[in-house]
C-alpha cells in the first residue's frame, strides 16, 4: 500500500470529501442496506477535519495521545468507514465487500469491534455524552491535551440527553470537546423540527455555555478555520461547529429530498451519482500526528485495598458498606466514581472526601451520569457510577449501549424495593433486577450484609461489562466474619441439615427475613434450609440444584422486587436450564402498587416478610 500523504492542502481536502461521498455510495449499494445520504452530508466535514486538524496514530490506536472521534449520528458509518480506508486502515475490498456482512467488523453501526472505534453508537443522543466521559478523562484525569470531536446529527439535537451533555460541558469547563453538528435539515421521515434555523441553534448552545461556529458545511476553507480555532485548548468552554449542509450533497438526484433517508442508492442511480460527483477515487491521507506523554494518573502505584471491617450483629446498611469500600478501592488509581446528586444517601460522598479528584458529581442528570462513565472506561479507567435504583431505569438504553460498546462499568443502585418505607412507589426500585439481568454479558449482585458488600465491591473492580450491585436503605445485622469470601457466580447456605424439608432463597433484607422464619419453622419441628443468593447473575446453580434434591424440589423464594425478572425468574431459570423441572415453588414478590408506610408495615403487605413465608413453607409441605 502507499504511503498516505500527511501535508494536505484544501483543494486534496475537497478532493478527499468527494472521496468519502462517493465509498459512502459504493459501499451502502454494495450491501444493499445503509444510510449513505446523511453520511454525504457531513463528508467535507470529515475530510478537512481527519486530514488537518485530527491528531492519531492510525498505526498505534492505543497512544495516549490520539484525538478522539465520536460518531454520535452512528448510522453515517459508510462515512466512517470511508474514512478508515481513506487512512490506509481498511481496505477499498474490505469496505465493498464487507459492509453490512454477515460477520464482519463492519456493522451497519460502529462498535469497538475495530480499534478505532471507541464506543458503540447508533442509539442517538449518546455519542456526545459519551465524549463529555472522554474529555473528562483527558482534562482531569489523564492530563494530555487530546481533544474529542464528536459528529452529531441535527435530529439528535431533540434528545435531552444532548443538552445533559453541554450543561455538564460547561459545568466542568471542557475545552477539549468539540461537537460537529451536521444540520442537513432532513431526518428520517421529513425536516426536523428546527430545520436549517441555524440562529435557534446557536442560541441554544450558547444558552448552555458552549463556543458556537457558524460554518457552510461545504465550504472546506470555513470549516477549516472554525476547526483551528474550536482546537484550541487555551480556552475553558466546549466548543459547537453548527454547519448547514444539504443531505445527499453532490448526487442531485437525492440531494435535499426526503424518503432517502436510510435506503441506499439503486445501482443504476449509484452509478450515475457517482459519475456526478468525479468518479472513484483512491486518495490515502493522513492527518498531524498526536502529542506524546503519559495519562498522570495511570502512572501511579496502586497501593493495598483494605477493606472495611464490620463484627458480625453489626447493624450497617448495605448501601454505606458500598461507599466504605469505594473508598478503601480508591487506592487503585484507575478506581474513579460519579453519582447523581445522591452521594450522601448513596455514600458515594465518603469517596468523594476521601479522592476529591477523581469524584464526578453528575448531578440529576442520570444518562450523562452513566455516559461519563462509558467515555471513561475507554480511557481505562474504572469508574463507579451510583444513584437510587429506580433512577437508573432513565439511563436503560445507555447501560444497554454500554454493553454494545464493551464497556466495563460498575453501577450501584441503593433504596431499592418496598422496604425504603415511606417514600412510596417513585423511589421504590422494583424493577432493577430485572433490567440489569437482561444486559448482555452483566453482573447482578445483591448483597444482605456489610461484610458480603463491600468484598462484592471489590470484586466489581476486575469485572468485564457491566456490573451492578443493589443495596438496601436500612441497616441490619452483619451475617458474616471478616474475611469471608464471596465469589461471583456464588452463594451462602445459612442454615443446612440433612432432614431439611423446604429451601428458602431470598437476597438482601429478605433473606433476613428467611431466616427469621427458618427459626420459627424449626420451633415448629421443620427443617428450613437457607440460601443467600447475593449472586443473581451468574447464578449458583448447583447450590439450587443440591438444595431442590434435598429438600424435594419445595423451594421458598422471597424477593422485594415485581415477580417478572428477578430472584425466582433467575431461580427458576437456572434449575430447569439444569434439568431439573419437578418444582413445588412458592414465588413471593411485590405484586401490588405499594404506597408509603413504615418497612414492617410494607414488607407484610407486599407479602414478603417472615410470616408470609413461613405460611409458604407450611404450605408445601400440606
Known amino acids: 500500500m502507499p504511503t498516505p500523504s500527511t501535508d494536505i492542502d484544501l483543494a486534496t481536502a475537497a478532493e478527499l470529501g468527494q472521496q468519502l461521498r462517493v465509498d459512502s455510495v459504493r459501499s451502502s449499494t454494495s450491501a444493499g442496506s445503509g444510510h449513505p445520504t446523511s453520511s454525504m452530508s457531513a463528508a467535507d466535514l470529515m475530510a478537512v477535519l481527519v486530514s488537518r486538524h485530527f491528531r492519531y496514530d492510525w498505526d498505534n490506536p492505543e497512544h495516549p495521545g490520539n484525538d478522539h472521534l465520536i460518531f454520535s449520528k452512528g448510522h453515517a458509518s459508510p462515512l466512517l468507514y470511508a474514512i478508515y480506508k481513506a487512512v490506509g486502515v481498511v481496505s477499498d475490498e474490505e469496505l465493498m465487500t464487507g459492509y453490512r456482512r454477515f460477520g464482519s467488523r463492519l456493522e451497519g453501526h460502529p462498535t469497538p469491534v475495530l480499534p478505532w472505534v471507541d ?28 481533544r474529542v470531536w464528536v459528529l452529531c446529527g441535527d435530529s439528535e439535537m431533540a434528545e435531552g440527553s444532548m443538552w445533559e451533555a453541554f450543561d455538564k460541558a460547561s459545568h466542568y469547563k471542557l475545552a477539549n470537546l468539540i461537537a460537529i453538528v451536521d444540520i442537513n435539515r432532513l431526518g428520517q421521515r421529513g425536516p426536523t423540527d428546527l430545520g436549517w434555523d441555524l440562529e435557534a441553534y446557536r442560541r441554544r448552545a450558547e444558552a448552555f455555555g458552549a463556543r458556537v461556529f457558524e460554518v457552510d458545511g461545504h465550504d472546506v476553507a470555513a470549516i477549516d478555520q472554525a476547526m483551528a480555532e474550536a482546537g484550541d485548548l487555551s480556552g475553558e468552554r466546549a466548543s459547537v461547529i453548527l454547519a448547514r449542509t444539504l443531505k445527499g450533497r453532490g ?4 440531494e435535499d429530498r426526503e424518503n432517502w433517508h436510510g435506503k441506499p442508492l439503486p445501482p443504476e442511480m449509484a452509478e450515475r451519482a457517482i459519475t456526478e460527483l468525479g468518479g472513484e477515487r483512491h486518495l490515502l491521507v493522513r492527518g498531524p500526528a498526536p502529542a506524546d506523554g503519559q495519562p498522570r494518573l495511570r502512572a501511579e502505584q496502586a497501593a493495598e485495598v483494605k477493606l ?9 446498611a448495605t448501601r454505606k458498606a458500598y461507599g466504605e469500600a469505594l473508598v478503601a478501592l480508591g487506592a487503585r488509581p484507575e478506581v474513579v466514581a460519579m453519582d447523581g446528586e445522591v452521594s450522601n444517601s448513596t455514600f458515594a460522598d465518603l469517596f468523594a472526601q476521601a479522592h476529591p479528584g477523581r ?3 453528575m448531578y440529576i442528570a442520570e444518562q450523562q451520569m452513566v455516559a461519563a462513565a462509558v467515555g471513561m472506561s475507554v480511557r481505562g479507567y474504572r469508574p463507579f457510577a451510583s444513584t437510587f435504583a429506580a433512577f437508573l431505569t432513565r439511563a436503560y438504553d445507555f ?10 462499568i460498575c453501577l450501584s443502585g441503593s433504596h431499592a424495593g418496598v422496604e425504603i418505607g415511606a417514600d412510596g412507589p417513585s423511589q421504590m426500585a422494583l424493577e432493577d433486577l430485572a433490567m440489569m439481568r437482561a444486559v448482555h454479558g452483566s453482573t447482578v449482585l445483591y448483597p444482605s450484609d456489610a461484610t458480603s458488600a463491600a468484598a462484592l465491591v471489590e470484586a466489581m473492580a476486575d469485572l468485564d461489562g457491566i456490573s451492578y450491585i443493589r443495596t438496601t436503605r436500612g441497616a441490619y445485622p452483619v451475617l458474616y466474619e471478616a474475611g469471608e469470601t464471596f465469589p461471583v457466580g456464588g452463594s451462602k447456605v445459612l442454615r443446612s441439615a440433612e432432614d431439611d424439608q423446604v429451601t428458602l432463597i431470598g437476597a438482601g433484607i429478605t433473606l433476613h427475613a428467611c431466616l427469621e422464619a427458618a427459626d420459627r419453622l424449626r420451633d415448629e419441628g421443620i427443617g428450613a434450609r437457607v440460601i443467600d443468593l447475593y449472586s443473581v447473575k451468574p447464578i449458583d446453580t448447583a447450590t439450587l440444584a443440591a438444595a ?14 415485581h415477580p417478572e425478572g428477578g430472584l425466582g425468574s433467575a431461580v427458576v431459570d437456572a434449575l430447569t436450564g439444569a434439568g431439573r423441572t419437578e418444582l413445588a415453588m412458592a414465588h413471593l414478590a411485590v405484586r401490588e402498587m405499594p404506597g408509603s408506610g413504615s418497612t414492617p408495615e410494607l414488607l407484610a403487605a407486599a407479602g414478603i416478610d417472615a410470616a408470609h413465608i413461613v405460611d409458604a413453607a407450611r404450605r408445601l409441605l400440606g
Do not use: C, N, W
Not at 447508533?122 to 491535551?145: C, I, N, R
Not at 444497554?400 to 466495563?408: G, L
Not at 434434591?549 to 422486587?561: F, K, P, Q, S, Y
Open 119 to 146: 464506543v458503540a453508537t447508533g442509539s442517538l443522543g449518546q455519542g456526545l455524552p459519551d465524549g463529555v466521559g472522554v474529555a473528562l478523562a483527558g482534562k482531569y484525569l489523564d492530563e494530555l491535551p487530546y
Open 251 to 254: 448526487a442531485s438526484e437525492v
Open 359 to 361: 469524584f464526578f458529581e
Open 308 to 316: 472495611p471491617v464490620y463484627d458480625r450483629g453489626q447493624k450497617v
Open 399 to 408: 447501560i444497554r449501549m454500554a454493553a454494545v460498546s464493551r464497556a466495563s
Open 548 to 561: 431442590a434434591e434435598a429438600t424435594g424440589g419445595r423451594l421458598v423464594v422471597a424477593e422485594d422486587h
